[in-house]
């Protein structure tokens, strides 16, 4: 491990220990008021019932009947209380503590063998209090309630996997964040202090790193600045001094050698007489993951938003899927409008498009931020096989935050939070990308443009793939089941892309394509149920770094004929076995096999 | 250590998020909860009510007739503290007793009663109110009336929101404790690798200071930045050619000062001799 991976593990270390400890603390304090609402929930509902009882009672010890002569107590207590399943005892007593009649609930056979008090009653766990019975403002006797009381109130037991759905999605945010600052403050300032190194082992002192973040590398970047500088104002200080040689010395010999020393000083290095520029680098390693986590990002609220207009999921996938496709690809073309410009409109469309009840006019707002994300991540390329196949990995995280989102929405009924990340997302996506392309040097390969073509091939697999499992519900899928689906694909990518780095061959994305689609494709007659929808995940989260990585190893769109044979046999084959399974499935259901018989 | 901040403010912020994302949740956990403990107490309601309305209905006495059930609804609704309202409806669906009493006499929405056929009751939840009813029957079985609670979920949100205090000011601290973590963490973690920056920054400013002053750095800060020794092993060979091509015309110039000199003092020299012979 790295120096650089080593020190941020420990600071995602360092998150996730601050996160859990705030996220515990505070998820007691709910349940404590939780907890809370539910006895004063309890002791009104005991106030309710014990009212009723108590005005029943001192009407009829008010028509002049000796509450110690009354008869029938208990049987009235028996009519009026066993249509409340949470009353599990009741007493009536005299002042002086004598019961006249009581009530036990059925099922609370440990309370009838004992006498019953209010001690009793709460040693027993259960919520009891004491009313008095007025008479003409005097006490005549008391009622005892006691109610059951949950540890937990109903409702609580069953958020627990929307907590963990928050605690999961909004660490994959923080890791986001996390990651992004640790590449601008740590890993860029590292690569153009790099890259100045290398510049000047070759002689070349005309360049500077500029200005770095206000990170950890920031000393050193402005320290190696400073020696640039030293080193061109020593060699502008020799140079003035072989001037002043050729053109003030009595000396003719000089005056014709200051030439030559000045050639020699010329051939000693490049250096900047006239003031360093700024390096001009490409980061597009460090740019391309974060893009496509937040491009996924976008495109699942996108589609969220939209399908919650009324359009039908798998419509909605196929319209983002076909124009990111198409936004990717109109980067080709030179001098676009800026990126911020389009994230402007395309954010404006997003803010509007929840008010949209028309689904319709949803539609092309979502085309728009689609193809805005993409063409902004299109402006990013990046040749190296490794970052191609880990950017597989933040789309599948972006996906899995974005689906995060959309189940917490769901649970909540509000809709800022998706609307708002959406918004936000664009947002930054544009700022990136601007960022880049304003920074970004020349190309590292003449091929760019290749790449910049094949690039969209990655998505458009990606959400192919997402599409299939998506459709495979017919929107039938519960926003809980799709979040699992997606936390499938990230742990499939995370999986493929430990693979391909330990085995960096062209085999093993061979391989493991085809068998990814045809696992894929065997989950799709299965439909809805959870099983199918996470080995369809996990199988595209397979499948995604591996083409990445296959398209990169084949330098882009050349030399796939024979992954493509395999990827349609794949399919063809996981398509029979699927159909076949779901059939077996039915058989199954329908108790025709497995032995079980209609007598 | 220069420049953690940016990191520890970054890890800080994780910690935020999962706040807010994890407060959001438990509002909506907290309002759920709340909204079936205020069913539960209309239930409970309906229950004190329609326990003596349903024993005089199986008797014969239709619920418009059972006058005293009106000062019993706004007893249960003062028990409440009037968070709840109570409706007693005839057989047509027509408020014939309310603790709310501009009700009376009109019929109550027809959201109210879709679950009538329900013997065991029904909810009615909306974005506005929650509402449990219960039909009462007579002794053919055939429906009386209803009886009808319903409590805002305005009051709900009120609720939830006094129970997210303890929460919100938890999560207040928390965060706190966390911006602690956060830099302590970050400093913890960072420290070797700022350590070593710092060194690094340091070398290379004394290189930078031996190179601005004209001293030949020391080899160890030379191995901070390589390839500036040897371009300044270039320059100081071009210099030293500079100086030796000059060094003869200084010489001379030299030489030629300190001759005149010489002669300045042997005329000086002669010119005195004279006036002494004379004196």
Same mark, same amino acid.
């Given at each position: ?64 009947? $000796? ?12 009519? @009026? ?54 008479? @003409? ?10 109610? @059951? ?65 206000? $990170? ?46 000045? @050639? ?79 994230? $402007? ?181 299965? $439909? ?72 | ?132 009813? /219960? ?125 005149? /000199? ?12 004279? /006036?002494?012979?004379?004196?």
């Amino acid at each position: 491990m790295s120096s650089n991976s080593r020190l941020f593990a420990l600071l995602l270390m360092v998150a996730a220990v601050a996160t859990l400890i705030t996220w515990v603390a505070t998820a007691m304090a709910v349940v404590v008021s939780t907890a809370g609402l539910g006895r004063d929930a309890v002791s009104v509902r005991l106030e309710l019932v014990a009212g009723g009882i108590t005005r029943d009672i001192a009407e009829y010890a008010g028509a002049g009947i $000796g509450l110690s002569e009354a008869v029938g107590v208990s049987e009235y207590l028996r009519e @009026e209380l066993s249509g409340d399943p949470a009353v599990a005892a009741a007493l009536v007593e005299t002042p002086d503590g004598r019961p006249i009649g009581r009530f036990i609930r059925p099922d609370r056979d440990d309370l009838t063998a004992t006498t019953l008090d209010l001690a009793r009653l709460e040693r027993s766990g259960l919520t009891a209090a004491a009313f008095p019975v007025l008479v @003409e403002g005097m006490t005549v006797g008391r009622v005892v309630l006691a109610m @059951e009381e949950a540890a937990l109130p109903a409702g609580l037991d069953g958020a627990m996997p929307h907590f963990f759905v928050a605690l999961v999605t909004a660490l994959l945010f923080g890791s986001h964040l996390i990651l992004t600052a640790f590449r601008e403050l740590v890993e860029r300032p590292q690569q153009a202090v790099l890259a100045v190194q290398q510049r000047v082992a070759l002689r070349q002192f005309d360049a500077s790193a500029g200005a770095v973040a206000d $990170g950890p590398v920031a000393p050193v970047a402005e320290a190696v600045t400073r020696v640039l500088v030293a080193v061109n104002d020593r060699v502008a200080r020799a140079r003035a001094y072989v001037q002043e040689l050729r053109d003030f010395s009595f000396n003719r010999d000089a005056a014709a050698a200051a030439g030559t020393l000045d @050639e020699r000083l010329g051939r000693s290095g490049t250096f900047a007489p006239d003031g360093m520029v700024v390096l001009r680098l490409d980061h597009a390693a460090l740019v391309l993951g974060p893009a496509l986590f937040r491009a996924a990002l976008v495109i699942a609220l996108g589609i969220w938003l939209a399908a919650r207009g009324g359009l039908p999921v798998a419509l909605s996938v196929a319209a983002a899927l076909l124009v990111a496709a198409v936004g990717g690809l109109a980067r080709l073309v030179p001098r676009m409008p800026r990126p911020l410009f389009l994230a $402007g409109l395309a954010a404006a469309a997003l803010v509007v498009l929840p008010a949209f009840p028309e689904p319709w006019l949803g539609l092309p707002l979502l085309a728009l931020a689609s193809a805005h994300a993409f063409a902004t991540v299109a402006t990013i390329v990046c040749s190296h096989p490794a970052v191609r196949a880990g950017a597989a990995l933040h789309a599948a995280f972006g996906l899995a935050a974005g689906a995060g989102l959309i189940h917490l929405e769901h649970v909540s009924g509000s809709t800022w939070v998706t609307t708002g990340t959406a918004v936000l997302a664009l947002f930054a996506l544009a700022v990136l990308g601007t960022r880049h392309a304003a920074t970004a040097g020349p190309p590292p390969r003449p091929d760019a443009a290749a790449g910049r073509l094949s690039l969209p091939l990655l998505p458009i697999l990606f959400w192919a793939g997402a599409a299939l499992w998506l459709a495979a519900g017919s929107g039938a899928v519960g926003t809980y089941e799709a979040w699992a689906a997606t936390i499938a694909v990230a742990v499939g990518s995370s999986l493929m892309l430990t693979v391909l780095y330990r085995w960096r061959a062209r085999l093993v994305a061979d391989v493991a394509l085809p068998v990814a689609l045809f696992g894929a494709v065997v989950a799709l007659p299965l $439909g809805e149920s959870v099983a199918a929808l996470m080995l369809g995940g996990f199988a595209v989260g397979i499948g995604a770094p591996a083409a990445a990585g296959l398209q990169a190893l084949h330098g882009g769109l050349r030399g796939m004929p024979w992954t493509a044979t395999a990827v349609t046999l794949g399919a063809v084959l996981g398509g029979l076995a699927g159909t076949a399974g779901a059939a077996v499935v039915e058989l199954t259901a329908a108790g025709r096999l497995g032995g079980r018989t209609a007598p | 250590m220069r420049g953690l901040g940016r990191l520890a403010l970054t890890v800080w912020l994780c910690a935020a998020i999962v706040q807010v994302l994890a407060l959001a949740t438990f509002f909506a956990t907290l309002e759920n909860v709340k909204t079936r403990l205020a069913v539960e107490q209309l239930r409970t309601l309906v229950n004190r009510v329609e326990g003596p309305a349903a024993a005089r209905a199986a008797l014969g006495y239709p619920l418009e007739y059972q006058a005293d059930l009106q000062a019993l609804v706004e007893s249960l609704s003062l028990a409440v503290k009037r968070s709840a309202d109570i409706y007693i409806t005839d057989a047509q669906g027509v408020v014939v007793f309310a603790s709310e009493h501009e009700r009376i006499g009109e019929p109550v929405p027809g959201a109210w009663l879709q679950g009538t056929d329900s013997s065991d009751g029904w909810v009615a939840a909306t974005a506005m109110e929650n509402v449990f009813g /219960a039909r009462v029957v007579n002794a053919f079985g055939e429906r009386s009336g209803t009886i009808v609670a319903r409590a805002l979920r305005r009051d709900v949100i009120v609720d939830v929101i006094s129970a997210m205090r303890t929460p919100a000011i938890v999560a207040g601290l928390s965060l706190g404790l966390a911006g602690v973590l956060a830099v302590a963490g970050t400093a913890l973690a960072a420290r070797a690798a700022a350590r070593r920056y710092e060194a690094g920054a340091e070398a290379l400013d004394r290189l930078a200071a031996a190179v601005s002053a004209g001293k030949a750095p020391d080899a160890e800060d030379l191995a901070a930045l390589p390839g500036v020794g040897d371009v300044l092993a270039r320059v100081a060979a071009v210099e030293e050619e500079a100086r030796r091509l000059d060094r003869p015309l200084r010489d001379a110039a030299a030489s030629a000062s300190a001759a005149s /000199a010489a002669s300045a003092s042997a005329s000086a020299a002669r010119s005195s001799r004279p /006036a002494g012979r004379a004196a």
